[in-house]
């Protein structure tokens, strides 16, 4: 069965860094678009970086770009978002997806917290 378990989630200070993994099995992995969302509470989950099959494309909220990093790795079947320069508005659950451009959404992780504060 389809699987996505995100990792790396913290409490960390503004300005650091975070590196989250999302490692997916149960699926060809490299036939997907793998994206990252977050979630805080009351706000809907707002798209945050996504990354095209091969890794040749890739797209960002306004708010995180050049400070946040979307990879992966199609032989660990794994994907990556390497976030900098984080602030409080970082915080919230992160969700790694996966999708398929002709039948849409095929599964989601189930989250990893990352919390932003001094």
């Known amino acids: 069965q389809v699987q996505l378990v995100e990792s790396g989630g913290n409490l960390v200070q503004p300005g650091g860094s975070l590196r989250l993994s999302c490692a997916a099995s149960?699926?060809?992995?490299?036939?997907?678009?793998m994206s990252w969302y977050r979630q805080t509470p009351g706000k809907e989950r707002e798209l945050v970086a996504s990354?095209?099959?091969?890794?040749?494309?890739?797209n960002y909220a306004d708010s995180v770009k050049g400070r946040f990093t979307i990879s992966r790795d199609n032989a660990k079947n794994t994907v990556y978002l390497q976030m900098n320069s984080l602030n409080p508005d970082d915080t919230g659950v992160y969700y790694c997806k996966a999708a398929s451009r002709s039948s849409g959404t095929l599964g989601w992780g189930q989250g990893t917290q990352v919390t932003v504060s001094s």
């Open positions: 990354i095209s099959e091969l890794g040749g494309s890739t």
């Open positions: 149960g699926f060809t992995f490299r036939h997907y678009v």
